[in-house]
């Protein structure tokens, strides 16, 4: 590959858009409270209505609303106490015209009644008689039986990531068991001679602790994958190929560091295309910083090569690499990221037509720009969250308006 065809790199946007691998996780069922952050293979439908049944949403009376038509302070509309509801018990008693049951929040409503009057607006006048002082319209104070919830109903979606409160309706619905998505399994290559493990006490001169396959591990956890770290590989593209070919086996998506810049160290796409059933969508990306990474599929299996500096690997893999492991997840309605509204401090350069992803500290609403070398991973620890700047743009003005996602 020329140097020629390596910087012509493809917006971030066209990328996201066609690259688009076959694989797929299986699907297996799980029990709803194993289940948060599941994603459902299939949308999860309801088999009857919720609550069931008519129920109060206030205490008060239930009552038969055109009774309580024309009453107020000075003029209140009277009726005879008939009888209560409990709580978990049938409403055995009908409400007659000129009547009222008393009712707790959460009863059923007796027979014959159309609304509840909370007990606000009600006061004993004697034994066996209240007094109602405002009126209601048919349906107050009710919640229909099928008004949360409607026989066939959608519970949860396919493709959103289960959250506590579906889980509650799920509960509610008597669903015990989810058909979900397998979790996607991501297999975590580093390369480079250089590189050795983390828990290597002293470093030889040259040599770097692996910091970015930690910080990869945990961004698949968050994003609801597994991470299957693969070791480090030395910059050998057949050592590379073999490591890479094991992975491809039985992962769901293939993140490769450090192998995947220009000139002598682009191991990855030799690799790649060294395999079976192998296809490079592009080498090169219009986003800074990041430039020089690969998307490319093996077997169906997507394969990501981030470049070797711990920033803007890391850039990267959440600019491009979540989206595409959430895709084979079966997630198609992505969490929203945490955002808040800022001015920015300062003034900051872009390229037209390049993605700009710069780490901001936000104080009481001022977003101040971290710049330094994609090299020092420190400037993400000490960030906040990011801005982006579109790549239809050419910077941002000092004071100009931006949204910071926020990290978690």
Known sequence: MS???????????????GFRPRRRTGTEPVDREAALGRVPAAAVTSGAALPGFARSTVDGYA??????????DALPAYFDLIGSVRMGAPADVAVRPGA????????????????????????VTMPGVIEVTRPIAVGGGVVRADEDVAVGAELAPA????????????????????????????GVISTGDEVVPPDTAELGPGQVRDATASALAALVAEAGGE????????????????????????????????????GARDETTAAVRSLGDSSVYCHGLAIKPGKPTLLAECSGVPVIGLPGNPLSALVVFRQVGLPVLRRVGGITHPPAEPTTAATMERAVASAAGRLDVVQ?????????????????LSL????????????????????AAVTVTMYR
């Open 227 to 262: 991470p299957s770290p693969r070791g480090i590989v030395p910059d050998d593209v057949d050592a590379l190929a073999g490591t890479l070919e094991a992975a491809v086996r039985d992962c769901d998506v293939v993140v490769v560091s450090a192998g995947s810049s220009v």
């Open 380 to 399: 993400l620890t000490n960030a906040d969250g990011y801005v982006v700047i579109p790549e239809a743009a050419t910077g941002l003005d000092a004071q």
């Open 159 to 186: 493709g959103r990531a289960l959250r506590a409160q579906d889980l509650g309706l799920l509960a509610a619905a008597g669903v015990t068991r989810v058909e979900v998505r397998a979790r996607p399994r991501v």
């Open 3 to 17: 140097a020629t065809e390596f910087f012509t790199a493809l917006p971030v946007s066209e990328a996201l858009a």
């Open 100 to 123: 009222a049951v008393q009712i707790p929040t959460g009863a059923a409503i007796p027979h014959e009644a159309d609304a509840v009057v909370m007990v606000e607006h009600t006061q």
């Open 360 to 376: 901001v500290r936000l104080r009481d609403g001022v977003a101040t720009p971290l710049f330094g070398a994609s090299a020092l």
């Open 63 to 72: 009552v038969r609303a055109a009774d309580t038509y024309g009453a107020s």
